[in-house]
T-cell receptor, first 114, second 114 residues
């Protein structure tokens, strides 16, 4: 079983639509969670961190459910510029308190059409 | 504020050759992590360097080795290249691994092995 799993898509949506991405992680010891955005042939860029209390950044809302080991990202009022691959990421902490490496899902491709 | 830089941007090698990729971290960062991203996959963690030592390692063979210099820059070396090593190699920098900190990615080096 993959450590971080997400639907690869593609999600093809019209401008203005609301779209939701889901992700599950297998390691219950994971401590931190993120959504990264990756444009075609570019590096991943941090979109937002994900907290248990849920957090919002403009049109983007992220949620974490530790009991279900489930992470979500909601994009409201989609723009053409939102077209990209969205990577779900988990990070653990190692014994001794050092930051663990990032574990990426395969990514979900979003295409927003006019 | 200089971000993460990597060189070269593209590289073509043949099977059995050796390659060295370079990374300079974001200003103020002292930790460098390397990731391999095959086509259609999420980035996979190779290793992390801090204080010129390899601190963590992912599931990669010994053909993958690295180094960190006193100025925090880093190199990734891959020996005896295989066709399957063709990928985008990403470098990410952050503050000391004992601190919870975002990892920032460089633009990557696209390696093609023929």
């Amino acid at each position: 079983r993959k450590e971080v799993e997400q639907d690869p898509g593609p999600f093809n949506v019209p401008e203005g639509a609301t779209v939701a991405f889901n992700c599950t992680y297998s390691n219950s010891a994971s401590q931190s969670f993120f959504w990264y955005r990756q444009d075609c042939r570019k590096e991943p860029k941090l979109l937002m961190s994900v907290y248990s209390s849920g957090n919002e950044d403009g049109r983007f809302t992220a949620q974490l459910n530790r009991a279900s080991q489930y992470i979500s990202l909601l994009i409201r009022d989609s723009k053409l510029s939102d077209s990209a691959t969205y990577l779900c990421v988990a990070q653990g902490w190692n014994y001794g308190g050092s930051q663990g490496n990032l574990i990426f899902g395969k990514g979900t491709k979003l295409s927003v059409k006019p | 504020d200089a971000g993460v830089t990597q060189s070269p941007t593209h590289l073509i090698k043949t099977r059995g050759q050796q390659v060295t990729l370079r990374c300079s971290p974001k200003s103020g960062h002292d930790t460098v992590s390397w990731y391999q991203q095959a086509l259609g996959q999420g980035p996979q963690f190779i290793f992390q360097y801090y204080e010129e030592e390899e601190r963590q390692r992912g599931n990669f063979p010994d053909r993958f080795s690295g180094h960190q210099f006193p100025n925090y820059s880093s190199e990734l070396n891959v020996n005896a290249l295989l066709l399957g090593d063709s990928a985008l190699y990403l470098c990410a920098s952050s503050l000391a691994p004992t601190r919870s900190d975002t990892q920032y990615f460089g633009p990557g080096t696209r390696l093609t092995v023929l």
